[in-house]
């Protein structure tokens, strides 16, 4: 694990620094710019045979020889992630075909890219990467290789105008890349249908954060014999420093720029709905040019400016310059939390919203802000690696002390016990010490917090001890441990206990604790108190994805406030949250996607 918050996120931005090349294009000047004039579906027909269809490549990535191996594909990633199938494809998905004048050779130069039929007033707009914009194109939605132009199943619809936000660099890895988006409107076809007509129109909305589950759908001209569509499953995260997503699959090789990832799609009716294209940095390719990372502009402002301006067909300049907007936070990459080590909950901001402290493998400490509604907003160091954190065994927050905001109690791996008041105000340093190194505490197995008593506020304490043993202390604060109670003798089915958390599951006024046992079950304890641990109710069965779970704290994360909300970190480095749970599981939502 790198040494620091700050080491880690550049760690990520590694993906986009390595020394490369790109395509660069010429951009044009105007947010909306006519197609080659002159020019008709008899031309298109005469000129796309389906040799040069064939051999048609995108802008953006340059085919390479399929006996060449992708360079710079790492083995142990590729293993684990997934790769592109072929498809039959979408109806309202397919390839653009155009061929311009190369200002060096001033002789004619074809490329291919994918595109998508999208809602518009006149049934008649195309969406696909802004650096597939340009010259005489024809789209051809569910294109078939077998056919030549004139005789594709749905048609081909040739490009009359071009809208492309007019600071975008054609291949920039700057952060202008953010706007590699473009619509196209159509012609009629040949029998004067409009495409949407035809083959229908995907919705388009918002990109809802970093960290979703897309359909990506394109068409590879390269590594792809039969020149079938393919799409692929996967889930996004942050592009570091870009207002842009990334995805890994293998199998998405040139000839995907301006393909749609959709959120949620219906292969029946061959539409869907659309947060993303490939496209943004170099292209929507890193600079290896390997198959297996692709990248997507987010759709904020500006997507939905220019998708306006396209559907009325009343293009505006956008000024000179590009101000990237306000990047939703990230937490971070799988490789990063796969050394989260331990984790609490509390309020520590003084905000009335719960927040996250993570203990590293390394000794470090970083407080996660919460925003209220299930995110996070921030993470600030508390205490460095390398110090005495690292010898933490367990840890809990709770209401401790009585101050403002939340507290932190530590049980280190010596047996000594410190209690730190206020950690949002005051930090980790010093704090009061509970009990010295060699006491019975370097047999406490897991601890966490809870309002198991009468008192009101979370002063109690849970602890699993190492022979099975289970104990309640009730009135916890600064002055000791309160009073002791025994909830289980020591047994070997506790020894199995592998987490422990504490919330208001039941909405009762009693906390309840929730354990996952060695065997991946997860069961729940309504009503736990002094004089007992409560009702068992089965949550999840043995095996399956809660075998899996690492690190687990529970803590009042979403917009109720109630501590009802439960975060589970993962082997691979995946943390999610399940919100708002009860007697199941809550609605899982991913913090962190998995390395």
Partial sequence: MPTSPTSRRRISRLVVSAAGTALLLSSGTSVAHAAEPNWSDADAVRFWTPQRMASATDPAQPARPTSAPPPGR?????????????????????????????????????????????????HDLILTAGHC?????????????????????????????????????????????????????????ASGEQAQDVVGANKLVRTPGYLNKVTMVGYPSSHNPTDQAVRCPAQTEALPGFYQIQAKCRGMWGGVSGGPWFSAVDW???????????????????????????????????????????????????????????LPYSMGDGATWSHARLMASGEYTGDGKGDLIVVWSDGEVTLYTGDG???????????????????VRSLTGGDFSGGAGSDVLAVFGSGEVRLFPDVGTKGLAGGTRLA???????????????????????????????????????????????????????NATWKGATLLAAGQFTGGDRWDALVRWSDGRVSQF??????????????????????????????GYDSDGRPDDLVVRRPDGETGMYASTGAALGTERMLVAPQ
């Fill in 74 to 122: 790492p083995t142990a990633a590729a293993a684990v992630m997934p790769t592109a199938q072929h498809t039959p494809g979408l109806r309202s998905v397919g390839t653009i075909f155009s061929f311009t004048t190369d200002p060096t050779t001033d002789r004619m130069r074809a490329h291919k890219c994918s595109a998508s039929v999208v809602e518009s007033p006149g």
């Fill in 526 to 555: 309504q009503d736990t108190g002094p004089r007992g641990l409560g009702g068992q109710l089965a949550m999840s069965s043995a095996g399956g994805v809660w075998s899996q779970g690492s690190v687990m704290t529970a803590g």
């Fill in 133 to 189: 914009d340009g010259g005489k194109a024809v789209f051809v939605p569910m294109y078939t290789a077998a056919y030549p132009l004139d005789e594709q199943p749905f048609g081909f619809y040739r490009v009359s105008r071009w809208y492309t936000d007019n600071r975008y660099v054609h291949g920039s890895k700057k952060p202008v890349s953010d706007l590699d988006f473009a619509f196209g409107r159509l012609e009629p076809s």
């Fill in 268 to 326: 029946s009716k061959g539409t869907g709905t659309i947060i993303g294209n490939v496209g943004g940095y170099n292209g929507g390719g890193n600079d290896a040019d390997v198959d297996w990372l692709t990248y997507s502009p987010m759709y904020g402002d500006w997507f939905f400016r220019l998708y306006e301006e396209a559907k009325s067909d009343h293009p505006t300049s956008h000024g000179t310059s590009y101000e990237q907007p306000p």
């Fill in 373 to 391: 509604d299930g995110g996070f907003t921030g993470e600030r160091r508390l205490a460095a690696p390398g110090g005495p954190w690292k010898n």
């Fill in 436 to 490: 010295g190194a060699g006491s019975v505490w370097k047999n406490a197995a897991q601890i966490t917090a809870g309002g198991f008593g009468t008192a009101g506020y979370v002063t109690d304490l849970l602890v699993r001890w190492s022979d099975g043993e289970v104990t309640d202390y009730t009135g916890v604060g600064g002055k000791g441990f309160g009073t002791e109670h025994r909830l289980q003798k020591p």
